[in-house]
């Protein structure tokens, strides 16, 4: 592929300079030349033929004539019977033609919008009875506008063979080549495109993704054979020198990317004119069009400028994959003087030669930007390594931590249960084996001993209630109040006191050692308070789950608070045990109240399940 483009490219460059012609092909460079009387015109005028010099524009002689010129070509045939190929450079814009006043080719449409077959040659093999021996005529009708370099080019008659390699060649370099640059170019921006939109915040490949995209738009005025989707030539025209524009606009600011650099007032005054130039087409066509050259010629000066200071900003900081890139730019921008000659009319040739090397100049610029995206992609790599490492010695030093936090809530909660248990043998056990002592030094000596039995009694009871709540880490609420109720039946039975007892719902219910402990001791001291100071018939005892609640209830029909009792209740229950039973409805979370009537004492408490 190399060696093809650098066999069409000195070929091209041969024969825009002078090429003489292989002996067995004349290369007609003398015509005579009309213009027509309209756009509809099926015949050329028989006055007013001038002589040419081929190749042809005819703004030089008829300046701003945009319509139908004709061309004639006159050459003497030796031998009529043999095979004739026959070569056409360049027809702009559409074109008729005839061999003999035979038609043998006509462009789809010789009149606005006009077919676009500027952009290739023209090849026939012609033979008797078309062909003459001795003089032919060759009549060429060209339909053209002034503003985009009407005319018509050489004609070379003679070997068939010869004549279709350089037919092959040409069309090549004009055509296929074209077309290469812009599937190339279309690829590539669409390859980037989406890299920009997987990681938006790297613009770079977004402009360069613009960029690509109008410069595959304006290419395709090389490939277009009709005006299609727009109606008009000048609108066609006008549409492919703003997407000219927009592509200078996203090139420069691709370049500001590429170096780190972001310009935003400048950015934003050259993508207000690429909007402008873009908007405007539908609006002025016919002026955008025909004066392209205002716009056009600046945007130009531009882009070298902006190629330029890139040269330099890359020599100078001599990076590699800069120097790279100022490779790719500096290629098309020394080959595309030739271009700019000839789109000047300052240098007479059909060929464009920027799609030469351009393929070579857009897959550079690719491998640059892949260059980019694989350091970015190692540059992440390395900070995904050092995440994971950083994330592995936070997760273990967090894990050290969580250890040490769980020893250290085991090692309180381990304390706050010795301590609990300390407090209830204390508040318990404690307390009624110092009231014991006390008070059997104060009583006679004949009640000492069955009083020891007594209060020994209550200390077991008081050392089992602790020891039932305690001992196992899971039990059901309604297992550890069996031995309780035991306890209180046989008591309360000692004193001639009914209980009926009422228990719904605590199968299966847990609320821990500790919440256990404190509920079944408020509940021993209200019985034991009944059994102490009532003077009650009957006690009823209620425990029941009510919805995400626990409610206690303890009703007797002893004396209330109109009794005459030397030693109210009130006063004996609002000392050490009432308190006792407060602290631990309060500990419990739970609302707590006693309410004394004349017909009995009710004591109730609604804890939460939940702690």
């Known amino acids: 592929m190399m060696i093809r483009l650098l066999c069409a490219l000195l070929l091209a460059l041969l024969a825009n300079v002078a090429c003489a012609a292989e002996p067995a092909v004349v290369t007609i460079e003398q015509a005579q030349t009309v213009r027509s009387s309209g756009w509809d015109a099926t015949q050329p005028p028989a006055a007013g033929w001038v002589p040419v010099k081929l190749m042809d524009e005819w703004n030089s002689r008829w300046p701003g004539y945009s319509g139908v010129v004709w061309y004639r070509i006159r050459w003497n045939q030796m031998d009529g019977s043999a095979p004739v190929g026959l070569l056409l450079d360049y027809t702009c814009m559409a074109a008729e033609v005839r061999l003999n006043g035979s038609v043998i080719d006509r462009d789809y449409s010789l009149v606005e919008p006009l077919s676009r077959k500027w952009h290739v040659p023209r090849y026939y093999l012609v033979q008797a009875p078309l062909l003459r021996q001795g003089q032919n005529e060759l009549l060429v009708r060209v339909s053209g506008m002034s503003a985009y370099q009407p005319g ?273 043998l204390h508040d318990g056990f404690g307390g009624t084996l110092v009231g014991t002592i006390a008070e059997l030094k104060q009583a006679p000596e004949d009640m000492a001993k069955s009083r020891i039995v007594d209060i020994l009694s209550e200390m077991r009871d008081d050392l089992r209630l602790v020891i039932d709540s305690t001992a196992r880490e899971h039990a059901d609420l309604a297992e550890l109040i069996v031995p309780l109720r035991h306890r209180a039946s046989r008591l309360l039975e000692a004193a001639d006191i009914e209980d009926h007892w009422s228990i719904q719902g605590l199968e299966g219910v847990d609320i821990g050692s500790v919440r256990s ?62 308190a006792s039973m407060r602290l631990r409805a309060q500990r419990l979370k739970a609302t707590f109240d006693v309410n004394r009537r004349e017909d009995g004492t009710v004591v109730n408490l609604l804890m939460p399940l939940m702690a």
């Open 152 to 424: 018509f080019g050489t004609v070379s008659v003679g070997d068939p063979a010869t004549l279709q390699a350089s037919f092959n060649e040409a069309v090549f370099i004009r055509r296929d080549l074209q077309i290469l640059d812009f599937a190339i170019g279309i690829v590539m921006a669409s390859l980037f495109g989406l890299f920009w939109l997987l990681r938006r915040q790297d613009t770079t490949y977004g402009w360069y993704a613009i960029s690509g995209l109008f410069g595959g738009l304006y290419g395709s005025n090389y490939i277009a054979d009709s005006t299609w989707p727009f109606p008009t030539t000048n609108m066609w025209q006008s549409f492919i020198a703003a997407c000219f524009v927009a592509m200078v606009v996203a090139h420069a600011i691709f370049l500001l990317r590429y170096c780190d650099r972001r310009w935003p007032r400048i950015e934003r005054a050259l993508l207000l004119i690429a909007t402008l130039a873009l908007v405007l087409v539908p609006i002025i066509p016919d002026w955008m069009g025909p004066q392209r050259n205002t716009y056009l010629l600046p945007a130009i000066v531009f882009v070298y400028a902006a190629n330029l200071a890139f040269i330099a900003y890359a020599l100078r900081h001599r990076r590699s994959d800069y120097l790279v890139l100022a490779a790719c730019v500096s290629v098309p921008l020394v080959m595309s003087f030739h271009d700019l000659a000839v789109y000047l009319c300052w240098m007479k040739a059909s060929t464009y030669l920027g799609a030469l090397l351009s393929p070579l100049t857009v897959l550079g610029m690719g491998f640059v930007l892949a260059y980019r995206f694989a350091n970015t992609m190692k540059r992440v790599e390395g900070f995904n390594a050092e995440l994971t490492h950083e994330v592995h010695a936070a997760t273990s030093q967090l894990g050290e931590t969580l250890n040490q936090q769980h020893a250290l809530e085991l090692a309180h909660s381990r304390a706050g249960e010795r301590l609990q248990l300390v407090r209830d």
């Open 517 to 578: 402990l404190d509920l079944l001791r408020l509940l021993q001291e209200a019985l034991t308070n009944v059994f102490k100071h009532s003077r009650a018939r009957r006690v009823d005892v209620t425990l029941e789950i009510s919805g995400s609640n626990l409610r206690l209830q303890v009703r007797d029909d002893g004396v209330g608070m109109a009794s005459a009792d030397p030693e109210p209740r009130a006063s004996r229950e609002g000392g050490a045990g009432m």
